[in-house]
């Protein structure tokens, strides 16, 4: 999952995003409403934590601009700000949710995992295909139920790949959704982390390399 956080309090922030990647998000950080319309101009999210009360654009002006584009983003409005009229007017302006501060980080990290799911074509909380079993909340994964212990960017790829259903994910693909903007394009990551899981989840290899186009479950 790719995660988008906006937050003015850069302790906050970076803190918020220590966390998320702690739980095998790929996250990127700014501190300001107009870096945050740069960045969505940029890279595909899956979820937005956006402050409201940011400097440069305000939180509101940035909400209403992706509502706008049409984009299958989520958004996760923070505030100070806890009343009811005040999150009634977030969601107002387009925001899918809404979190009023001081917040519990378990709290936050469940409601972008409930976003996360929510795609064009709705997907369980608990993703199962080939013997594979992963549930992101409780940040787990068995194999023909035997438990699997994952790195946090094992289980990113892992959840990005049985999230497409079948489908083939390129290399590329796999960088934008389980990595951040910091890495380098043009490394062999993929290559490494998808070789290293296909050895953590046995015999036989239920990871299939499409040549030329990427992997599939």
Partial sequence: MRVLVVEDEQLLADAVATGLRREAMAVDVVYDGGAALERIGVNDYDVVV????????HGDEVCRKLVGLGLPTRVLMLTAAGDVSDRVEGLELGADDYL????????LTARV???????????????????????????????????????????????VLLRSEGS????????????????????????VT??????????????VTVPGSGYRI
């Fill in 194 to 207: 998808v070789m290293t899981l296909r050895r953590k989840l046995g015999e036989p290899a239920v990871i």
């Fill in 100 to 107: 009023p501060k001081p917040f519990a980080f378990s709290e």
């Fill in 113 to 159: 995992r409930a976003l996360g799911r929510r795609t064009s074509v709705p997907l369980p909380p608990v993703l199962e295909r080939a013997g594979i079993k992963l549930d992101p909340n409780r940040r787990e994964v068995f194999r023909d139920g035997k438990e699997v212990h994952l790195a946090p960017k094992e289980f990113a790829v892992l959840e």
């Fill in 168 to 191: 083939v994910v390129s290399a590329e693909q796999l960088l934008e959704k389980a990595w951040d903007e910091n890495t380098d394009p043009f490394t062999n990551v993929v290559r």
């Fill in 50 to 57: 956006l402050d409201r009360d940011l400097p440069v654009v």
